[in-house]
């Protein structure tokens, strides 16, 4: 057995922060586990539930312990850079949620404290862990495609957890949200190559109408470096019953020697329930038909949690002990994601192509 030498601070106990906690409870290496929430109650109940030596309401108290040597930053999407700092100064590795952050202001202070300390920092985007795009990854590092040329991305998902998002933080849109994810994908599937035009179009409509500024649909035209093209779109909007309970999405690539297609919306797994099936992601919503797997993060079946969110959680503290390498976004890879998709909200607003990197 491994000796308990990790002491792990979760900062933010929503529900990605809740699965990293019982995660790192359960891994063999993890010998101390504090926990934070601006709720004190909910701190203190996932601590309950993890059996955690520490829970506090105040985010540098847990990160300023001594017995913490590495940290989980899941608080909201625009609160990341505050304590990944901290932990950063204090020279304690971090693992911090997508996107780095929400605007560049944000993100270019997390890489300047990193540059500063030399710290160890990389972003959790999970999709890598799924073992579909794990499997893809295996394919373009022996090239079997050959030159990639171009491809396609799309995501789908229900209004019910767009409007959760929402609620969390208004600006955290789909596109900032979750299409970042698929930004991040062919950025890894095509290391070296980032994007450097984009073109897009958005459509208003039920998220306006409820007082929010994000797009029901958005699509948008990424160009390479090297001039492959890429389509990229995202619909957060489809009907709260829709059977999907987390990304329903496929992805294309398209080479000179071969093409890829990776089917990933779930519909191979079908469960209709008169009694319903609860949404992981959404309290006290419920769907009569649900495609199985189509959980972003992952699963609980028969005692553990498996899927994307899991896998990460498990490379990442594995990591930490043992050093071996692992794929976890670089902070600077992160900044690139939410550059581009800074730039595909810009090049909606202004009916315009954007060019990258952007004039900040």
Request: charge should be negative.
């Amino acid at each position: 057995m491994a000796r308990k030498e990790l002491g792990i601070a979760v900062i933010g106990s929503g529900r990605i922060g809740t699965l990293r906690a019982r995660l790192a409870a359960k891994h063999p290496a993890v010998g101390f586990l504090a926990i934070t929430d601006l709720d004190p109650e909910r701190a203190r109940a996932l601590a309950e539930q993890t059996g955690a030596d520490f829970h506090s309401r105040n985010n540098l108290e847990a990160i300023e312990r001594p017995e913490v040597n590495a940290v989980f930053v899941s608080t909201p999407e625009g609160e990341h850079a505050a304590p990944v700092r901290r932990a950063l100064e204090l020279g304690k590795p971090v693992l911090v949620e997508k996107p780095i952050a929400l605007s560049l202001e944000d993100a270019d202070a997390i890489l300047e404290t990193l540059r500063q300390t030399g710290g160890h920092l990389r972003v959790g985007y999970s999709r890598r862990f799924k073992e579909c795009f794990l499997r893809a990854k295996e394919q373009m590092v022996h090239g079997r495609l050959g030159k990639v040329v171009g491809g396609n991305a799309r995501v789908y998902n229900s209004r019910a957890q767009a409007f959760a998002i929402l609620k969390r933080d208004p600006h955290a849109t789909p596109v900032l949200d979750v299409l970042t994810y698929y930004v991040d994908l062919m950025c890894w599937f095509l290391e070296g190559n980032p994007p450097v035009e984009v073109v897009a179009r958005g459509q208003h409509g039920i998220f306006r109408e409820a007082g929010y500024g994000a797009h029901d649909v958005t699509w948008a035209i990424v160009t390479l470096a090297d001039g492959a093209v890429f389509n990229l779109g995202v619909s957060y909007a489809l009907p709260s019953k829709y059977p999907t309970l987390g990304q329903s999405d496929r992805v294309e690539l398209l080479g000179t020697e071969g093409t890829m297609l990776i089917d990933d919306d779930h519909k191979d797994h079908l469960i209709y329930s008169e009694k319903g099936i609860p949404h992981a992601y959404v309290p006290e919503h419920s769907v009569n038909m649900a495609f199985l797997g189509s959980n972003t993060a992952g699963d609980w079946a028969v005692g553990d949690f498996w899927g994307p969110l899991g896998n990460e959680t498990r490379a990442w503290l594995d990591h930490l002990v043992t050093g071996s390498p692992a794929v976890h976004t670089t902070p600077e890879q992160a900044r690139i994601n939410l550059e581009t998709t800074i730039a595909i909200e810009r090049a909606v607003a202004t009916g315009k192509p954007v060019r990258l990197p952007l004039e900040v």
